[in-house]
């Protein structure tokens, strides 16, 4: 009996334990795309009980009555802790984890190495986020995503150019960041854009497709850039483009598709009071008579008061009353008057003289009417392939934009292919390539010419003008024979420039590599690599005949080529010894460019709108231009890093440069940079402080000048019989010139909080630029104008605040913010001599654009007014204000500082970012606002009734009692020309960037499908409004702007085109 008893209560026992446990089964998945997680480790909290996800993410653990919680852990992904429950099926979606200590970034020569041990600024931008609102120009998409650097938009024509300096202007030639793509440095070349009439060609990033790129670092100082040499000293911009790398093997297929549209938005504020004319206000009515002579306002309106006042159209060139004049200072609109017009009918087709008087009435948008929505289709596809042999991606796009200008366009093919082949353990291929047909049929000319636009209606347009009626007729000629048009003394019909003057463009470009990595010992790899950037161009502009400026017409012709072609052999050591890191390269670079121009044009044709160089009448022009220069070069980088806690780096490279004089032309230049990982030594809490990080270090970097500036160049001109004469150039040959020199030095801190919830990057930097190689005006007693010498001295010094925030983390919703902001000191230390100043660039009535010792780079000086010792305007016996003796400085085009802000939120599969950005200072000088004025098309030229009554300026007399003088408003601000001090405005803004919204389709919709692996939509706004910009920019223009992408556009504004904003749709397509 006891036995059994016994037995009874061992089942009993036995049943219960059994009863007490259960098993927990589940899938692991990869929060971002869903993928099963293999290897994951499952452990039951407070028990060494564990399991691991097989391939498939699946798991399965018996667990214990009381047991609560389970863990889930896996490198590179955030530990889940969750509770059981009464659960048996507990899945887990696990997300990657973002900490600074693991972070990898694209570093000189393309190898990636860990962020935390580098002692210099980087700055990364993820490919995705670019190619989401895809620009046609890849630098405008960096436009407030990266602290220190300032992007200049030269204007809102399609296949325009764009500027990026980064820390400030620290040269007097070229500014301009090197571009390196996978390792191997591109062009990034422009055409200088003359402010007097040319083309915007855009410049050579713009081939760039944002879709293939991976991610953008922007090394931001010598320190970081040293590896990479002379052209480096402005910084550098890594682009790492996308491979058929993938942990999910196998083939894939990606579809994008987008379509966007451009809508031009912000016009200069315009008068719609006054029309086109002279003198035709109530002013001149009231003070010149007409009212006390018994004349109506009609009669004095159209001219027969005073064949000299007025407005009354006959031939568009001076035929009638102030007909070939195009300033607004005409009669009052849109209070009955009849005056006959450029669109006024003829009664009889024959006679002139029989033109009918129609409404004189305003047309307030007839700027804006011009302007047509563009049109962008951007398409892509892509195909990839990942196994243990090796990874392949190749692409496929065609982005085809149709600009806001009637008949402009630009279209961009682009086929790229990057591939990989492990040919064996130890040894390595890969080989990348881009292929770009970039190609326009008409890009719209900028500046001041009669070809451009805007020059015409931006500046002078009448403000009666129909351009309905220019739009209907500009095919046809009137009864003079001359093309139809509201003015043809000075200007074209805006239409007949668009359909007939017209600038084409088609360049073909191949850039790319072939490397061979081979891995010698498991610490130790050598790598040869060949890399090459062709281009191939043909430019073409056309102006027909009976255009204002060529009247029989006339053509030029352009065919270039540009290469360049790298090639390094280095090593790289990576090696560990007990508590101490290695990490080493040691390298060679020959560089070869070679770049060469054929122009030819006619002034004038014999037959007209026969463009071939056959029909020249007269000689033709030709030009032809051949450059070639060689740099070799040594490098070597080497660190040391103790624990994974200190690391020490240590730079070095010598240039060989052909440019430079035999006994100068090698130099040498080092740096060292170290950083500390403060958590590492001392004891934090990590809740509270995740990661902290000191960085410093110090760089010096050389630059070398342009080819063929050593010796005398002999120039061709017109032939002289049967003889060519040739001449010396005017520039006298440099005598021990050396290279340019900057030195940099830079601290940082790097800093995450809670988690890694909250981050913060600090930098100050201190930048000198010295033996600037300029170009100074020299005695004409010498034979020659100017020479090339070392001097000057530029300074940059600022401070970088990158700052991030993850307000929100939870499974179905996040908040994040990230936040860049920078301030630049820039200072002229020293020029030649005594050399006062240096110009940089100029622009009308001697205002020019200068360097001076002891001020910021880019000094405006124009002219101004004179003041008694009180601060007063004097004013003349005229009633105007006097005009300073000489320019005066009214301006800086340096900005205080630049920054921008970043939300992005996500619900579930729906994400949304806001970019907003913005530029605190920096003038510039407006020719729309300054001819704006003087043409009294402006809205201030007719504000507060100072048509109908006159003004007066505040100021005091010569003899310095107060200024009573009345005068009227076109004498005003007809003496804008002459006080260019009236037209420089602050360029202070507020953009909101861009709105991305983005969806991506549940798995569990796109898989009924069958063969759609993933899918997304998404809405883009990029360039969506202006919140605000200084009180003296009344003109209301875009202050970000520039005229090309050099340093002759820089703190000008030449007739802009309107900005516009962008709005569209793109859907992607995962097979």
Known sequence: MRKFLLSIAFFCFLGMQLYAQKTVTGTVTDANDGSKLPGVTVIVKGTQKGTITGADGAYSIDVKAGADTLIFSFVGMETIKKAIGNQTV????????????????????GISREKKALGYSVQEVGGEELAEAKEANIINSLSGRVAGTQITNASGAVGSSARITIRGNSSFTNNQPLWVVDGVPISNSSTDVDQWGATDFGNAAMDIDPANIESISVLKGANAAALYGSRAANGVILIKTKTGESKTKGLGVTVSSAVTFDQTYNFANYQNSYGQGVAGSEYYYY????????????????????????????????????????????????????????????????DPTTRIATPWKSREDNVRNFFQTGVTFDNSVTVTNSGDAGAMRFSMSQFSQEGTIPNTDLTRNSVSFNGTQNVADWLKTNVMVNYV??????????????????????????????????????RKFNIFGNPYNWNTNYHNNPYWNANYNTTSRERDRVFGKASVDAEIYEWLK?????????????????????????????????????????????????????????????GTNFRKNKYSSMRIEALELTVPNLFTISNVKGNPVAEMYDEEMETYSIYGQASVGWKRTVYVDITARNDWSSTLPSDEWSYFYPSFTGSVILTELVDIDEDLVSFAKLRGGWAQVGNTTDPYQLSLMYEGSDPFGNVTPFSTSRLLPPTGLVPEEVNSTEFGLEAKFYKNRFSLDFTYYNQVTKNQILQIDISQASGFDNQLINAGEIQNKGIELQIGAEWIKQKDFSWRTDVNWAKNWNKVNELYGDLESYQITSSWNGLSIQARPGQAFGVIYANGFQYDDNGNKIIGSDGLPLASEAPVAVGNITPDWTGGIRNTFKYKTVSMSI????????????????????????????????????????????????????????????????????????????????????????????????????????????????????????????????????????????FQLPTARTLGFRINLNF
Request: net charge negative; hydrophobic share 35%.
């Open 90 to 109: 507990v899945n887990v979606q696990m997300t990657a984890i973002v900490t600074q200590l693991d972070e990898l970034v694209v570093t000189a020569l």
């Open 287 to 350: 003070t010149l008579g007409a009212s006390l002579d018994g004349y109506t306002y009609q009669e004095f309106a159209d001219g027969t008061f005073d064949p000299g006042i007025g407005f009354n159209y006959y031939d568009g060139a001076g035929g009638g009353v102030n007909d070939g004049v195009d300033e607004s200072w005409g009669p009052r609109l849109d209070n009955g008057l009849l005056i006959p017009q450029f669109n006024s009918p003829l009664s009889d087709p024959n």
């Open 437 to 474: 047909k970039n190609k326009s049929d008409n890009l719209p000319v900028q500046g001041y010419s009669s070809n451009n636009v805007m020059q015409s209606m931006g500046g002078w347009f009448g403000r009666q003008v129909n351009v309905q009626a220019l739009e209907a007729n500009y």
């Open 915 to 1054: 970019l907003i950005d913005g530029r605190y200072g920096g003038d510039l000088f407006s020719v729309s606002d300054w001819f704006g004025a003087y043409a009294g098309v402006s809205e201030e030229t007719a504000a507060d009734g100072i048509r109908e009554h006159g003004l007066v300026v505040d100021g005091v007399l010569e003899d310095g009692t107060p200024n009573d003088k009345v005068i009227s408003a076109s004498s005003y601000y007809g003496g804008y020309w002459g006080r260019e001090v009236n037209s420089v405005i602050d360029g202070s803004y507020i953009k909101l960037r861009e709105i991305v919204i983005s969806y991506d389709i549940p798995k569990k919709y796109v898989q009924k499908l069958g063969f759609v692996q993933g899918a997304s939509v998404s809405f883009v706004g990029r360039n969506l409004a202006i919140l605000y910009t200084h009180s003296s920019n009344d003109i209301g223009i875009d202050p970000e702007t520039g005229f090309g992408a050099n340093l002759n556009g820089l703190g000008l504004e030449q």
């Open 526 to 586: 050598v790598t040869g690599r060949m890399g090459i950037d062709f281009s191939s161009e043909q430019r073409k502009h056309v102006d027909y005949a009976l255009s204002n400026e060529t009247p029989l017409g006339a053509f030029w012709q352009q065919d270039r080529r540009d290469m360049e072609m790298n090639s390094d052999l280095f090593a790289t050591l990576n090696h560990e010894f007990g508590d101490f890191s290695v990490n080493g390269i040691i």
